[in-house]
């Protein structure tokens, strides 16, 4: 405790911490480390979704335009549903909100964690379709740099690889212990080839496809980023072609990486957070959030998220039940508790 | 715009924090000889004002320049006491304490106090934002985004600890229905509270006398009521601190 006054026989003013016994301490092993970023993540959104932005025509519009250039199957629900909330807009953007907000506080409270995983996996689906437009995936829109193949897939994705479930046997690392290690190998080799392949589509390939896409997102941000971004395109300038695939070589070896042996695999995995954290800031501005408008918080974050869910633990030997040094305490014990 | 609904809702959310950590000092019976009362109660029985007077501006109490003052002592304050746990327990006094949190409230609050880029238009220089959706915007804004970052990060370790407790609320909820067994289990932690600190990576609980909620038992002489002892518990301290995180984090946003 840290007195500020000891009390005697006048009021003594006091702040105090600490004072819980070790052993009632909840433990934060990497999993819900991991879990607890994912949840700070939904919760911005949540805050971000309240902007008076998103009760104008504005938001239904940008949600309308995901429809463009997609199939019929796909778009037809896309614009059903911004005509919808075109006719009910401040009462559906406000459950909007609040449904992100409390998946954000769901995962972060241990009672609800998989709940509201649950749920966030089931919103993200269709974020993805009635919103996104599955990310343009079928648009030829998509492009890593513009947050393909969606943001809110990741969120479904990291969902599913941050579930505390409990396996008997060691991880190698932490998103392989709710589904497995191929398992999740082969979802990180699906999504950084699927970005490899949006970087090289014709559009994103253009001369001026990549310098243009980052020129676009200066609007209404701060002078200094607005700096960063010009300084980012002039350079690129009409390099696209030669942009996109360094970006991709650099995409391929990352989802090769976790294939690899951990050394390989944790520079790999480094070099993932290096074009995420690239992305984050020079093409997607931070989600464009200093601009006001943003929905999320766009792919960069979650990226690096979804990396750091992939570095190598160090298994015990010893103890076969006990999953890494990361982790605090044995898995059957941790999903016990988590459950 | 953000309907005044909305913002409304929130302030309504910011008044029963202000309630409760009034309640809090109350309980405390500070006019008594020997009683305690915690700075965080004060900080968010201010904050809860202040921001319900920005959120909605009929609520709006004292000038912006008063309320900057005002945060301005409490963010010295704060930062005299992150600095202490600083000296005694290292880095952990930023993740564990509940000061540094408090810190970073009160320093948000006089950022937007003070950066507000429009003048307000509804408040008549009484520190409302004629309602945020007449919305003021802040100077800054990287910095607002920043604070709503940290305050966001704050509010989810807040509620992860919270709900890790295996004491705390059930303690308090034990205790609403048999004082005595609230008075057996707390005894320990009277003895807890003398003890020397503090940053042990474990919940800021803020109360006056321990995670239990004993700080009032000895000004009552161990008698107790059932809301006095859920006042007194970790839960309703944190859960106003996650509220206020919250609220301050989306009227940052909103302020972009």
Redesign the interface.
């Known amino acids: 405790?840290?007195n500020?006054a000891v009390?005697?026989?006048?009021?003594?003013?006091?702040?105090?911490?600490?004072?819980?016994?070790?052993a009632?301490?909840?433990?934060?092993d990497a999993r819900?480390a991991l879990q607890?970023v994912l949840?700070?993540i939904w919760?911005?959104d949540g805050?971000?979704q309240?902007?008076?932005f998103m009760?104008?025509s504005g938001f239904n519009q940008m949600l309308a335009g995901t429809a463009t250039g997609n199939p019929a199957v796909i778009a037809k629900p896309v614009t059903w549903d911004a005509n919808l909330i075109d006719h009910h807009m401040?009462l559906l953007n406000?459950i909007f909100a609040t449904i992100q907000?409390l998946l954000?506080?769901g995962i972060?409270?241990?009672?609800t964690a998989r709940v509201a995983l649950a749920a966030s996996v089931l919103w993200a689906l269709g974020v993805w379709w009635f919103g996104e437009g599955l990310g343009g995936v079928l648009s030829g829109a998509a492009s890593p740099l513009n947050g393909a193949p969606g943001a809110v897939i990741i969120y479904a994705l990291l969902a599913v690889l941050l579930w505390p479930a409990g396996r008997q046997v060691p991880a190698p690392f932490t998103a392989a212990r709710a589904v497995g290690a191929h398992v999740a190998r082969a979802l990180w080799a699906v999504l950084w080839l699927s970005l490899a392949y949006f970087a090289l589509t014709p559009a994103n390939r253009a001369p001026a496809g990549v310098s243009g896409m980052i020129a676009g997102m200066e609007g209404g941000e701060?002078v200094?980023?607005q700096d960063l971004q010009k300084g980012a395109a002039s350079l690129i300038g009409n390099q696209g072609l030669a942009a996109s695939v360094v970006l991709a070589a650099a995409l391929v070896l990352i989802a090769a990486g976790v294939y690899l042996p951990a050394r390989i695999a944790k520079a790999a995995l480094v070099l993932a957070i290096v074009v995420a954290t690239f992305i984050w800031v020079f093409a997607q501005a931070?989600g464009g959030?200093?601009a006001?408008g943003a929905t999320d918080v766009n792919s960069g974050p979650l990226l690096a998220l979804l990396a750091l869910a992939y570095w190598p633990l160090r298994t015990v030997p010893a103890a076969p039940e006990t999953v890494s040094v990361l982790s605090e305490e044995p898995a059957t014990s941790a999903s016990a508790r988590e459950a | 715009?953000?309907?005044d609904w909305?913002l409304d809702i929130f302030a309504a959310i910011m008044l029963v924090v202000a309630a409760v950590s009034a309640a809090r000092l109350v309980a405390a019976r500070?006019?008594?000889?020997?009683?305690?009362?915690?700075?965080?109660d004060v900080s968010h029985l201010l904050m809860g004002i202040a921001m319900a007077g920005m959120l909605a501006s009929g609520l709006a109490t004292l000038p912006n320049d008063a309320w900057i003052a005002v945060f301005a002592v409490l963010m010295a304050w704060f930062g005299y006491?992150v600095a202490?746990?600083y000296q005694?327990s290292g880095a952990r006094a930023l993740a564990?304490?509940?000061?540094a949190p408090h810190l970073v409230h009160s320093a948000a609050m006089v950022y937007m106090f003070a950066a507000q880029a429009a003048p307000s238009a509804g408040g008549g220089g009484m520190g409302g934002m004629g309602g945020m959706?007449g919305?003021s915007t802040l100077h800054v804004?990287?910095l607002a985004?920043l604070f709503?970052?940290v305050l966001?990060?704050y509010?989810?370790?807040d509620?992860?600890?919270?709900?890790?407790?295996?004491?705390g609320l059930a303690v308090a909820v034990a205790g609403a229905a048999s004082p005595a067994l609230v008075g057996a289990s707390a005894g320990p932690?009277v003895a807890?509270?003398?003890?020397?600190?503090?940053?042990?990576?474990?919940?800021?609980?803020?109360?006056?006398a321990?995670?239990g909620g004993t700080g009032h038992d000895r000004t009552a002489g161990g008698g107790r009521s059932g809301l006095v002892t859920v006042l007194d518990s970790p839960g309703a301290v944190v859960g106003c601190r996650?509220a206020m995180g919250?609220t301050m984090?989306?009227m940052l946003?909103?302020m972009?």
């Open positions: 405790m840290t500020v009390a005697g026989n006048r009021t003594a003013w006091r702040g105090r911490f600490g004072t819980e016994p070790a009632t301490r909840p433990p934060l819900r607890l949840a700070a919760l911005l805050v971000l309240y902007q008076g009760f104008t401040v406000a907000l954000g506080l972060a409270f241990r009672p701060p200094w980023l931070f959030i200093l006001g | 715009m953000t309907p909305i500070p006019w008594q000889r020997g009683a305690v009362v915690t700075d965080t006491r202490r746990d005694a564990a304490g509940h000061c959706s919305m804004p990287t985004f709503a970052l966001i990060g509010t989810i370790w509620l992860d600890q919270l709900s890790g407790l295996r004491r932690l807890g509270a003398a003890s020397e600190p503090g940053a042990d990576g474990s919940l800021a609980a803020d109360s006056p321990g995670p996650i919250v984090a989306l946003i909103l972009l």
